[in-house]
C-alpha cells in the first residue's frame, strides 16, 4: 500500500518548530509540533521535537523550580505525582494563549447542564487537591452523565476534556477528547487538544523536570517527616481531618440517575494482578531516570540519617562547618542535595 503524502504545511510547521527551538521560544515549538500531530498523529519527527523542546535546560530549570514550590519533589504519595503533571502540563500548554481554550468554568456557566458540571468539578478536586479517590469516580459518573443530558455537547465535552488534562488525568482526558473527534472532527480545537492530551497519557514518565513515578507511595514523604516535623508525623495515622464529601445532591436534577460506580472488589483485583505482572513499567522509568538531566538518586539520600557532606564542593562543606544548629545543618545538607542533583549545573 502506497504511503499517503504528507501535504507541504506539515514540513513548513517542522521547519518552524525547529527554528523556534533554535531560538529557545519553546512554547511556540511545542505549538507547530502539536498542530502537526492533530493532523498526522503518526509524525514521528513531530513527536521527536516536544521531547527536544522539553529538555531545553532553562524550562527544565524554571519548571522544576516553579513545581517544586507548591509540591515537593520528595513527596511522593500518588496525588502529588498527579499534581506535578497537571502543573507541568499548564506551564507548557497552549491553551488560553496560542488556541481558543475551552474557557474557565465561566464559560459554560449557562450550560444546561451547569450543576452537574458544578459538582463534578468539585468531586473531581477532591481527589486532586486531598487524594480522596472517591471524588474521581463520582465525578467520572458525573461528567458523563451530563455528556448523555446536555443538548450542547461540544463546549460541555470540551470543557470537560480540558479540564481533566488541567488536573493532570490526562487518560480521561484523551477519552472525551476522542469522543469529541467521532463528532466534531472538523473543529480545530477538538483535534489540537485531542493530540495534546493524548500526548501526555502517553509520555507523562517522559517530562525531564518531574521525578521519576516507579514508587509513588507514600513511603519516602511517611520517613522525611518523621525525620523533620514528629509530630505531623504522629497525626499521619490519625482520622483524616478532611473526609470525602458526596455531591450535594440537592443541586442536582431529582430524575438524575448515575452509573453504578466500580465495585472495591473489583478495583483491588485489578491491583494485584497489575502488580503480579512484570515490572516493564518500573524498568523504563529506571531507564528515564538515568537519562533525565536531573539525578534524581539524590531523593532516595533524603530520608539518610547523616548525609555524607564530602560529596559536596569545598565551599559548601565550609558553610555546613560554621552551622552550630543540626535542624539547620540537615536542612541545608537536604537543600544542596536538591541542588546539585541538576546536572546542567553540575556542568556550568
Not at 524550562?59 to 517544586?68: D, K, S, W
Not at 468539578?121 to 480522596?132: A, V
Not at 525531564?208 to 497525626?235: F, S, V
Request: hydrophobic residues 40%; contains cysteine.
Amino acid at each position: 500500500m502506497k504511503e499517503e503524502k504528507e501535504p507541504d504545511y506539515i514540513q513548513t510547521l517542522l521547519k518552524q518548530a525547529e527554528q523556534a527551538i533554535a531560538e529557545k521560544e519553546i512554547h511556540e515549538a511545542l505549538g507547530y509540533c502539536f498542530r502537526v500531530l492533530a493532523d498526522y498523529p503518526e509524525q514521528k519527527t513531530a513527536a521527536f521535537l516536544i521531547h527536544q523542546a522539553l529538555r531545553d535546560e532553562w524550562l527544565v530549570q524554571e519548571n522544576r523550580r516553579a513545581i517544586g514550590r507548591p509540591v515537593d519533589e520528595w513527596d511522593d504519595r500518588p496525588w502529588q505525582h498527579r499534581r506535578r503533571l497537571a502543573l507541568s502540563f499548564r506551564l507548557t500548554s497552549r491553551w488560553g494563549d496560542g488556541y481558543d481554550a475551552a474557557g474557565p468554568f465561566e464559560a459554560v456557566e449557562q450550560a444546561d447542564v451547569r450543576d452537574i458540571l458544578s459538582e463534578g468539578r468539585d468531586q473531581l478536586l477532591q481527589d486532586y487537591l486531598l487524594g480522596q479517590s472517591k471524588g474521581s469516580e463520582m465525578a467520572w459518573l458525573l461528567f458523563q452523565a451530563a455528556i448523555e443530558r446536555t443538548g450542547a455537547p461540544y463546549p460541555v465535552m470540551l470543557w470537560i476534556a480540558h479540564f481533566y488534562a488541567e488536573q493532570g488525568y490526562f487518560a480521561e482526558a484523551a477519552d472525551v477528547a476522542e469522543r469529541l473527534l467521532v463528532q466534531f472532527r472538523r473543529q480545530e480545537n477538538v483535534r489540537l487538544l485531542w493530540a495534546e492530551v493524548c500526548w501526555w497519557r502517553d509520555n507523562q514518565q517522559n517530562i525531564p523536570w518531574l521525578p521519576p513515578a516507579e514508587k509513588q507511595d507514600g513511603r519516602r514523604y511517611r520517613r522525611l517527616l518523621e525525620q523533620t516535623d514528629p509530630a505531623a508525623y504522629d497525626a499521619l495515622d490519625a482520622e483524616s481531618v478532611v473526609e470525602y464529601m458526596p455531591p450535594d445532591w440537592e443541586k442536582l436534577p431529582p430524575d438524575l440517575e448515575l452509573a453504578a460506580p466500580t465495585s472495591s472488589s473489583l478495583i483491588a483485583d485489578v491491583k494485584a494482578l497489575l502488580s503480579s505482572l512484570p515490572d516493564e513499567i518500573g524498568e523504563r522509568v529506571r531507564e528515564k531516570a538515568s537519562s533525565s538531566p536531573i539525578d534524581w538518586s539524590y531523593l532516595d539520600q533524603l530520608t539518610e540519617a547523616d548525609i555524607d557532606p564530602a560529596q559536596f564542593p569545598e565551599w559548601v562543606q565550609y558553610i555546613l562547618l560554621e552551622v552550630d544548629n543540626p535542624a539547620q545543618e540537615a536542612f541545608l545538607k537536604r537543600y544542596f542535595l536538591m541542588f546539585f542533583a541538576d546536572k546542567q549545573d553540575e556542568e556550568e
